[in-house]
């Protein structure tokens, strides 16, 4: 089993701060890594995927880099809208999602 | 544009079987993967696992013994079905649309299902 060791669990910034969330597999899954977005009693959006593409019509602020084990996530000039819970996931055929980072207004 | 809607029981008691079904509505039903995926109230997402339209599946090996995934599509809908609930199934299940390589792009609204005695 892969799995998906996503850091940190909490993250307090203010609007307008660039912020990263890192994400690293226990074994190589190249670049099939993605990123979601959830907010409270919605279900996630997908953000990016193949590490580092993002999804039609989300906002260029989001970053994704990586490959192999290790992926990071950044959002840069924090919106108001950008405050939710991030998820990487592998998708390797099984799939694996990581612990979530919780993203807050400081 | 693709909508998912699911349905079932949103309370069991310990030891029954959880039930839910997913209708596709809108898109293509064939050549994609279609998945499952919970979350336990205040924790994250957990994979439980797809089916191709050809039937094929994945499972979580945490849950494989005792999921079933299920397709029908003549009638554009995949089923889960989680034997032996206790409490720690208490969660809200998703079904989505994607699996295998390819990314979870449309979701279903979520249902809450409970074990409780």
């Known amino acids: 089993d892969i799995q998906m060791t996503q850091s940190p669990s909490t993250l307090s910034a203010s609007v307008g701060d660039t912020v990263t969330i890192t994400c690293r597999a226990s074994?190589?899954?190249?670049?099939?890594l993605a990123w979601y977005q959830q907010k409270p009693g919605k279900a996630p959006e997908v953000l990016i995927y193949k590490a580092s593409t993002l999804v039609s019509g989300v906002p260029s602020r989001f970053r994704g880099w990586g490959s192999g084990t290790e992926f990071t996530l950044t959002i840069s000039s924090l919106q108001p809208d950008d405050f939710a819970t991030y998820y990487c996931q592998e998708y390797t055929g099984y799939s694996t999602f990581g612990q979530g980072t919780k993203l807050e207004i400081k | 544009q693709v909508q998912l809607q699911q349905w079932g029981a949103g309370l069991l008691k310990p030891s029954e079987t959880l039930s839910l079904t997913c209708g596709v509505y809108?898109?293509?039903?064939?050549?994609?993967?279609w998945s499952w995926i919970r979350q336990p109230p205040g924790k994250g997402l957990e994979w439980i696992g797809e089916i191709h339209h050809t039937g094929d599946t994945n499972k979580n090996p945490s849950l494989e013994s005792r999921v079933t995934i299920s397709i029908d599509t003549s009638k554009k809908q995949f089923s889960l079905r989680l034997r032996s609930a206790t409490a720690a199934d208490t969660a809200v299940y998703y079904c989505?649309?994607?699996?295998?390589?390819?990314?979870?792009?449309?979701w279903g609204q979520g249902i809450l299902v409970t074990v409780s005695s």
């Open positions: 989505a649309s994607g699996g295998g390589h390819e990314t979870l792009d449309y």
């Open positions: 074994q190589s899954i190249s670049r099939w």
């Open positions: 809108g898109g293509t039903f064939t050549d994609f993967y």
